[in-house]
């Protein structure tokens, strides 16, 4: 870049949307000013020096003009590129399911670094490819319910306190319960917990962020519903890029099985 004129930020592009004939407004998650929107002027000419930094799934340096709290870009640099994504149509999908879900949490102009790393750490894993897609996305779930406060406490029974080998969870509630505290409550239903899955879910919830996917043993499928029935139960949200992501792994099944 050269002399850095203007406000300098690092920002990982959420949501691109065109306007005007050659402009598109960038919605970036950045590290000093949350999520912001800005003006990208004439980023769809394929001549513009800043358009391959201002791709989704791209982390990127800009240099930012404000003028009454609406931001225009300047220069845009790549930090890191997650482009191989698009190379892999799962991948693909599951990206913009993570770029849609922190879009939607993320509130415009607070700091969010916990989130920026957790979006960062998550798409450097799809575009390694070296770890299950499925448990990718459980990770993810789990952990951006952890950094809104709204991860359940699996250490424990909420109720009775006991740290039994089983625990049980309602997929739409708050509660982890013990088979006794249970017994005593509605008949709501419950996904059982134990084994592994359990040493899983408490591992995630305490784990620092750089150990995310450094787990020693992977969880049963009832934590993937889990921890996704409870994100968008909490979140009274179903993104369509969940139900995109779903649409492909069928139709690659369908593939898979006529071969």
Do not use: W
């Amino acid at each position: 870049m050269s002399e850095k004129k203007g406000i300098v930020v690092n920002g990982l592009i959420l949501r691109i949307a065109d306007c005007r004939e050659n402009d598109r407004m960038l919605t970036v998650l950045t590290d000093e000013l949350g999520k912001i929107s800005v003006l990208a002027k004439g980023i769809k000419s394929l001549r513009n020096k800043n358009r391959s930094a201002c791709q989704m799934f791209t982390y990127s340096e800009l240099i930012l003009n404000e003028r009454d709290g609406f931001y225009t870009l300047s220069e845009a640099a790549i930090n890191r590129s997650f482009a191989s994504l698009s190379e892999d149509i799962e991948a693909s999908a599951l990206a913009c399911y993570v770029s849609e879900a922190v879009d939607f949490v993320c509130m415009d102009g607070v700091p969010e670094e916990e989130i920026l790393r957790l979006a960062l750490n998550v798409l450097y894993m799809l575009s390694e490819k070296k770890t299950d897609f499925y448990l990718i996305k459980t990770v993810f779930e789990l952990r951006l319910a952890l950094c809104l406060g709204i991860l359940p406490d699996f250490s424990c029974c909420t109720v009775c306190g006991k740290r039994p080998d089983t625990l049980y969870f309602s997929e739409t509630g708050e509660s982890v319960l013990c088979l006794d505290c249970l017994s005593q409550t509605s008949n709501e239903s419950t996904v059982c917990l134990t084994g592994t899955s359990l040493d899983f879910l408490r591992y995630e919830a305490a784990c620092p962020q750089k150990k995310i996917f450094s787990f020693a043993c992977e969880p049963g499928d009832e934590v993937g519903r889990l921890s996704e029935k409870h994100l968008t139960y909490s979140l009274s949200r179903r993104f369509r890029t969940l139900d995109f992501y779903y649409e492909i792994t069928k139709l690659g099944k369908s593939i898979a099985e006529k071969k």
